[in-house]
């Protein structure tokens, strides 16, 4: 929000900071509100690409390569809640809509071009 607002003072590098140094070894974020690192993932890219963070940055790409390995083999992303208390849910779930979504937002925030505009499929 600071960053939008055009705030780029003490409380911005401070809030920068503790999301780079929040950013789980595996490239992900633990989300909050949203299950889980998907939504913690997307919140965080968004919140990067506000800062001025590009497609280039270092944990832009980790967070860009670890939603990659956690698609689904349907082309959507899901997460089970028990990711919060057992790690061996992280990034796994049934694709839902709210979570691909959220991946898909974290992607084009990251400069990710696969969810751009397509050609039609032609008609049969």
Known sequence: MLAREGRIDDAF????????????PGGSWFGRWGVNHVYGTSAALLALEAAGAGGDDLGVRRAVRWLEEHQNADGGWGEDPRSYDDAGWIGRGPSTASQTAWALLALDAAGDQRGGPQEPAPLP
């Open 13 to 24: 590098r401070r809030g920068l900071r503790w999301l780079r140094e929040a950013q789980e």
